[in-house]
């Protein structure tokens, strides 16, 4: 397995808890749109097979409809609960947290998730709202349902919100980043207040930003690092200390992931990707709920 020579590195989080810096994700491939019930046996098995390779952070959410395959998935993969990070995410039943978290534990067939987020904080315009909603994680984390609280798609005005009342600051924003939405002054805010970053879509710049103007940057560091643009990518995200979560039902595209852990970029390399890659932005997920400018 690649990743015995080439171990996923761990980020702490500035609650004390690390978190693997590579993570396999239950949405986007895999998101239903139809009856949740119907178990989809090709996520289960892609679970399977990435938990096999070694992604030991596996990223869900209610959402995503897919918490009873990530759960069949962790139960038939025989890996030990403790050695697992396990990551969901709240919306549609955001108005009981504490029903919400026991909804999806039962499902996912676990005690406890590892990190918890709030999936966006669209549910309401409200500031008393958005605090109120944040007591709740609070106390989701007090009773050990979690043992990492965060949030997902805030922007700063968001976070502010929450860290006006929060007894405990969220642990981590995961928020759409690749080079063509880079959100540096999101990134700014998070390393001013300890957030850390994780990111998803952070291969939309080769997957739906083909033609940009960082396009023949990741190919010459591909070619010299022997691996592909989208590895470079999910370096890219290492390299600046954000947590990347990508997916696929390819085992080998899966493995192939793991090079990203055999190399890093130099800090000029980074710079030279973060330049290029500014001059154009790209919004793959959520495009509904943002301005142009909203993240920019």
């Not at 600051?169 to 957030?195: M, S, T, V």
Request: net charge neutral; glycine share 6%; charged share 25%.
């Amino acid at each position: 397995m690649a990743n015995i020579h080439t171990p996923i590195p761990n980020l702490k989080l500035n609650d004390g808890h690390s978190i693997p810096m590579l993570g396999y994700g239950t949405g986007t491939a895999w998101y239903k749109t139809g009856d949740e019930s119907k178990l989809d046996q090709a996520c289960i098995d892609s679970t399977k097979t990435a938990i096999k390779l070694g992604y030991h952070h596996l990223d869900g959410a209610e959402i995503y409809k897919t918490e009873t395959e990530l759960g069949t998935a962790i139960k038939q993969s025989g890996v030990a609960r403790e050695k697992l990070f396990i990551t969901t995410k709240v919306l549609p039943n955001i108005a009981d947290i504490p029903s919400a978290i026991a909804t999806s534990l039962k499902k996912l067939q676990i005690d406890y998730v590892d990190l918890y987020l709030i999936h966006a904080p669209f549910f309401s315009e409200s500031k008393a709202d958005q605090q109120a909603k944040w007591k709740q994680m609070e106390q989701v984390k007090a009773s050990g349902l979690a043992r990492s609280i965060g949030v997902s798609n805030y922007l700063p005005q968001h976070l502010e919100t929450i860290l006006e009342i929060c007894t405990t600051p969220p642990a981590i924003n995961q928020i759409e980043f690749h080079p063509y939405l880079q959100h540096p002054d999101l990134l700014k805010y998070h390393r001013e207040k300890g957030i850390a970053t994780a990111a998803y879509g952070p291969l939309t710049a080769v997957t739906k930003g083909a033609g940009g103007p960082a396009d023949d940057l990741l190919a010459a560091l591909a070619k010299k690092y022997a691996v592909s643009p989208g590895e470079v990518c999910l370096r890219w995200c290492i390299d600046q200390d954000i947590v990347a979560i990508t997916t696929s039902g390819k085992e080998q595209r899966l493995s192939d992931y793991l090079r990203a852990m055999t190399f890093k970029l130099t800090p000029n390399e980074i710079k030279e990707l973060n330049e290029a890659g500014s001059k154009k932005n790209l919004r793959g997920f959520w495009k509904h709920k943002f301005d142009a400018d909203d993240f920019s």
